[in-house]
């Protein structure tokens, strides 16, 4: 079971998980624009992870850990657009360059590495939810519709 908790302006600040999921918490943050500039998971056992969001005006440009700072991804989009083009995770001094391959809608659907290998690939229904996802990468694309962000951990 989920128990949901919001703002006064109707944004979603915890869930509260009642099950054996990894996550007995999570908490979300936002400025003053509504744009989620943290979300901080609490694990029934260790420490929270938390992930900071950074924005150039309503657009998700990066995220990454702080208590991980050698490893950030970046995310850069079509001009005048919040269609993605291209991720970049940097991990200490080495950097991967992702290229996003969207549909017409913007939506992505696979991404490729420098090599032009599909190391993500999507599949989704008319309403964007995700039918299946599979690919070779480390972290997760979470990326969908333009503006739009998978929230994995509300059924972690």
Do not use: C
Not at 5 to 21: C, G, K, M, P, W
Not at 106 to 114: K, Q, S
């Amino acid at each position: 079971m989920y128990h949901f908790i919001y703002s006064a302006s109707h944004r979603l600040t915890a869930v509260t998980f009642d099950s054996v999921n990894r996550h007995q918490r999570a908490e979300y943050r936002y400025d003053a624009l509504g744009r989620r500039t943290r979300k901080t998971l609490y694990p029934h056992h260790g420490e929270p992870q938390t992930t900071l969001f950074h924005w150039n005006g309503l657009q998700m440009v990066g995220e990454h850990n702080p208590d991980q700072p050698q490893r950030s991804t970046q995310y850069l989009y079509r001009e005048d657009s919040y269609e993605p083009l291209a991720r970049v995770d940097r991990h200490g001094d080495n950097s991967e360059v992702y290229w996003y391959h969207s549909e017409l809608n913007g939506l992505p659907e696979r991404m490729t590495d420098a090599q032009g290998k599909v190391v993500w690939h999507g599949r989704f229904s008319a309403w964007g939810a995700t039918d299946a996802e599979n690919g070779t990468l480390a972290t997760q694309q979470n990326l969908r519709y333009q503006g739009q962000y998978l929230d994995r951990d509300k059924s972690a």
